[in-house]
């Protein structure tokens, strides 16, 4: 469990650091933007190693019983959920509406989780994912923060967010047991 929880803090740490502008500033002004994203991209790639590490080797503790139809509504939500995730960096119609897919759809990701999986190590992870999607929507509102607006949003992207998202649905149902130690088929 100790991995998990270690690969969750640096990847919430990380992902607070747009949040603390001088912080930013500070750090692109030393490393340079691309050193910077490059950095950023490494440091969460190895969270999320660690993560999934972490959650393979933590022991297996029931907490509670899932409903009897939660994994069905995981198996409809999940797909929204990576359509939005796909969303949120193209100029969709899907961003323009819904403002922060990518938190939404983090926040549906999770949720559909603990409603199909009842062990703590799940609590653990899922639960700290819909807890920190949930406070960063509101942290992002009260700044006032909204998606940017450079492109205008484009049919064809909103096609290719939902292509995108269901080729990646369907990697996931078919390699879910080898990547994350969970078949889901």
Avoid: C
């Avoid at 747009?18 to 910077?36: D, E, F, H």
């Avoid at 999934?52 to 509670?64: Q, S």
């Avoid at 409809?76 to 922060?100: D, E, S």
């Avoid at 205008?152 to 995108?164: E, F, S, T």
Wanted: no cysteine; glycine share 10%; aromatic share 10%.
């Amino acid at each position: 469990m100790t991995l998990l929880v270690v690969g969750l803090v640096l990847f919430f740490a990380l992902h607070l650091i747009p949040s603390v502008v001088p912080l930013r500033v500070a750090l692109i002004a030393r490393l340079g933007q691309g050193r910077y994203r490059g950095v950023f991209s490494l440091l969460a790639f190895a969270s999320l190693v660690l993560m999934v590490w972490g959650f393979g080797r933590a022991p297996l503790e029931p907490l509670y019983t899932v409903p009897g139809w939660g994994r069905r509504v995981a198996m409809l939500v999940v797909p929204v959920a990576v359509v939005l995730f796909a969303a949120a960096n193209m100029p969709t119609h899907i961003r323009a509406v819904v403002r922060h897919p990518m938190l939404l759809g983090t926040l549906l990701w999770a949720t559909a989780h603990l409603l199909s999986n009842g062990d703590l190590r799940s609590v653990v992870l899922f639960g700290s994912f819909a807890a920190f999607a949930v406070l960063d929507f509101v942290s992002v509102e009260a700044r006032g923060k909204r998606p940017s607006t450079d492109k205008a949003p484009r049919l064809a992207m909103d096609g290719a967010a939902i292509v995108a998202g269901l080729v990646v649905v369907g990697l996931l149902t078919v390699f879910h047991g080898a990547l994350f130690g969970v078949p889901i088929i």
